[in-house]
Structure formats: C-alpha cells, structure tokens
C-alpha cells in the first residue's frame, strides 16, 4: 500500500500532457450507466445514467478517486461545485476508475464508506471496466470535463484541470471549471476548452494499456477514436 501511495505522489505532481485519444471539446458524448456509490441519483449500489437527470443543462464530470492524494486534495472544492451549480443545473457526476484488484482502497466497499463519511451530495459512480474513463481519454485524475446539453444532445464544452492549484485550495487563483460553468450560464461558449490537470495517472487493464502504447507510436489519422 505504502509503495502505491509513493507511486501516486509522484505521477500527482506530473500535469496531464498526454495527446488527448478519446473525446474532444464540442464533441457529443454517449450516454452511460455505472453502479452509484452514494445515497443520491436513485440510491446506493443503483445504476446511474445521464438520462436520469431531469431539468439539466448540463453535468459537471470529474474522474476521481478513493485514494489519490490529488483527489483527497480536491475533494472539498469538487463538494462545492455542486453546491454552487447543481441547482443552476449543473450537478456534478464524480467517476471512480481505479482498479480495486490493484488497490483494494478502490473498491466498492471504500467508495461507499467514503461517499458516507464525506456526506457526497452527488452521483458517486464506479467505473468497474474503465470503459467510460477511456472513452474521455482521460489518464489522470483528478479531472474535469464540463458538458452542456444543447438541442437535446450532450457536447463537450471543457477537459481539464478544475483549477490551478491541485494542492492547496487557498492559493487558487483561476477557478477553471466555474469560470467555464458561469460562461455557460451566461449563454457564451467558453473560451478555455483545455487545460492540462494534474493528479494520479490511471492503472489501466492490460487491454487498454496495450492500445495507448499503440496510440503512442501510430500517426494521429490512425488511431482509434473511441
């Protein structure tokens, strides 16, 4: 366990640099369903869709996890952005892809557990085949994609770092992901789409480890999109 937490704090202070292989900003995203870890959105241990949201304008998705120390940083400021949008019709919808066969602190069992302790207000949902992480191309977390429904389709509006400061909360000077929310609300496309997040870099299964290695070294117009 204690090699895993020296693994994550060193990959948490890498910024997310990695070509971006699944979705893009204003792109349209697939609707999905994982099991809920959290008393919300149709209760714990319920699938949880996107279609399940009535009155939205959109979802604030972060990719997070029990155990990074990234997470654990950002967990009270990911709370209040919930807080502040949900009721604007932003709610938030927290995605766990961490391996829990790597490390048990990942399972369903501890995301239940934190979800309680924490007093999550939102969707805490368990990406078990890490099927959704991939298709946002995500490789670190913590991390952010804002998505505005507009004519009844899900685009992506921003992929990113939620703010600029993955330690310390106080020394935030740039709120990313609200300054993106609030342009929205204000009926402008945001002008920030991307910005590189920091955190702990995902573990992937072997199947999905062996296609970013491929990615890597084929030309842009090669690779599989997903």
Not at 13 to 28: D, F, I, K, R, T
Not at 41 to 65: E, H, Q, R
Not at 150 to 157: E, V
């Amino acid at each position: 366990m204690r090699k895993l937490i020296v693994i994550a704090l060193i990959s948490a202070l890498l910024p997310h640099l990695n070509a971006q292989s699944g979705y893009q900003v204003s792109q349209e995203i697939k609707d999905f369903s994982l099991s809920n870890a959290s008393n919300t959105m149709n209760g714990v241990g319920m699938a949880v869709s996107l279609s399940d949201y009535n009155n939205v304008k959109g979802y604030i998705i972060v990719f997070t996890s029990n155990v990074c120390p990234v997470s654990q940083a950002y967990e009270q400021r990911i709370i209040a952005l919930h807080k502040k949008y949900a009721m604007k019709g932003y709610p938030v919808i927290a995605i766990n892809p961490g391996r829990e066969n790597v490390n048990p602190g990942e399972s369903f069992e501890q995301m239940k557990l934190r979800a309680k302790e924490q007093n999550y207000p939102f969707a805490y949902l368990q990406d078990t085949t890490q099927h959704i992480a991939m298709k946002f191309g995500v490789t670190h977390i913590t991390q952010a994609v804002v998505v505005q429904i507009k004519k009844k389709r899900n685009i992506i509006r921003y992929i990113g770092a939620i703010d600029d400061n993955a330690w310390e909360a106080a020394q935030v000077s740039t709120q990313y992901v609200a300054d993106v929310v609030d342009q929205l609300l204000d009926g402008k496309l945001p002008y920030r789409k991307a910005i590189p997040s920091q955190g702990c870099e995902i573990l992937w299964k072997k199947e999905f480890a062996d296609e970013l290695s491929a990615a890597d070294i084929l030309p842009a117009k090669k690779r599989r999109r997903n």
